[in-house]
């Protein structure tokens, strides 16, 4: 009996291993994703000023990579970090960081240029990033 219950012991914890491993790699392949595109930061906005629906249809909701010169990083009434991206408009990028991104956010220059990705949010007063990363 007591071999029986050695090799279920064995057995549950190989499972555990197993479904942990797997976990923690999903988990590290969703902050590397690959984004579904690649875009400069005024093509974007160029996009959703011109044909907003159109440009829900290809970005809304997305992850992508959004590339333009930082213009301001601040901290929203939230509390989140908040990058905003030039886009030679009035209106901006604003790409709001995942928590876990803050502190490397804090130190970015303005002036600087920046590869930023995130989920895409749709436009907003200016195109809206969700969930942020620096590339």
Do not use: W
């Amino acid at each position: 009996m007591t071999r029986r219950n050695n090799r279920f012991s064995r057995g549950l914890l190989l499972i555990g291993v197993v479904v942990s491993f797997i976990a923690f790699s999903l988990s590290r392949e969703f902050e590397k994703f690959t984004p579904e595109f690649k875009i400069s930061a005024a093509k974007l906005h160029y996009v959703y000023s011109t044909d907003e629906e159109n440009a829900n249809e290809v970005f809304l909701n997305k992850r992508i990579c959004v590339v333009g010169k930082l213009l301001k990083v601040e901290v929203d009434e939230n509390g989140d970090t908040v990058l905003t991206l030039d886009t030679n408009e009035s209106r901006r990028v604003r790409c709001i960081m995942s928590s876990d991104e803050d502190q490397s956010a804090q130190g970015l220059e303005v002036g600087m240029k920046v590869e930023i990705k995130g989920l895409c949010a749709g436009y907003i007063s200016g195109v809206v990033m969700l969930d942020c990363t620096l590339a």
